[in-house]
């Protein structure tokens, strides 16, 4: 009994430092080896957890070096573009009166529901790089423990060629591909017009293959169904036949 509450107290105290333990020997062996080359090199990397580090092996294949190279160039990247840490709502007042984005839930897997209204985006106005940093440190600090992926409803409903943003949503890919790793478990669009699909075709290119694989177009007959398979209707957002009110991201 004693041998295994040291044990207990062991994982507890390595969960405290560095976040939930990672079972996985050889993803944990990997997690410290790249843990004390990046220290070496951005002393930062003492802030964040082990399965940061993880989910930037995992976007390189597990390979040390590759997975190396993308974490402290996005340490570098948070410190100029997240100086303060966070991105003052003040900043971005346009932007959230347009109430685009709600967040609301979690799905049967724990992970928070996302519904972005493409119609309700202008891109011409506001800021929407930095916008677009609020949204995604907001989602991630919504995530419970362990939690690592959030899902997403893009409601495309009345979208049309004013509120394309082609330039801003390759500018959204590369910021989650290379910032936000294996942060998205799935997207779902719905209501997508078929004029969606000419700016649809532009974008597909440059989604990598394992992206790809998680984005799921409903079709409208079965979009209350298809979302259920994913989430209790208690946390089903009511505007897709579920119980839970929308929520602006900012109220979140």
């Known amino acids: 009994m004693e041998k295994k509450e040291t044990k207990q107290h062991v994982v507890a105290e390595a969960e405290q430092e560095n ?16 843990r004390a080359l990046c220290d070496r090199q951005d002393p930062s990397t003492k802030e964040v957890d082990d ?3 993880r989910r930037f092996l995992r976007a390189r294949d597990m390979e040390i070096e590759k997975a190396s190279t993308l974490f402290l160039n996005y340490l570098a990247w948070k410190k100029s573009f997240l100086p303060k840490g966070h991105i003052p709502e003040s900043e ?9 984005v709600c967040m609301q ?9 996302v519904v972005g209204f493409g119609s309700r985006h ?16 907001k989602i991630c600090a919504r995530m419970p423990r362990g939690v690592e992926k959030f899902i997403v ?9 004013s509120n394309s943003d082609i330039r801003g949503n390759l500018a959204a890919l590369s910021t989650l591909h290379d910032c936000y790793p294996e942060r998205l478990g799935k997207l779902y669009i719905v209501h997508a017009p078929y004029i969606f699909m000419t700016a649809w075709k532009i974008v597909y290119p440059f989604i990598d293959t394992n992206t790809k694989k998680k984005i799921v177009f409903v079709e409208n007959k079965k979009l209350t169904e298809t979302l ?15 119980k839970m009110p929308l929520t602006l991201i900012q109220d979140s």
């Open 51 to 53: 399965l940061m580090i």
């Open 105 to 113: 839930g979690h799905d049967k897997m724990g992970r928070p529901i």
């Open 228 to 242: 259920l398979e994913d989430m209790d209707e208690t946390q089903l957002p009511d505007i897709y036949g579920g």
């Open 153 to 161: 409803i893009g409601d495309l409903q009345g979208w049309g060629f």
């Open 19 to 34: 976040g939930p333990l990672i079972e996985d020997e050889t993803e944990r062996s990997k997690v410290s080896i790249m």
């Open 92 to 100: 971005i007042a346009n932007d959230l009166s347009h109430k685009k």
């Open 122 to 137: 202008k891109p011409s106005k506001g800021n929407p790089d930095e916008y677009k940093l609020y949204t995604l440190e």
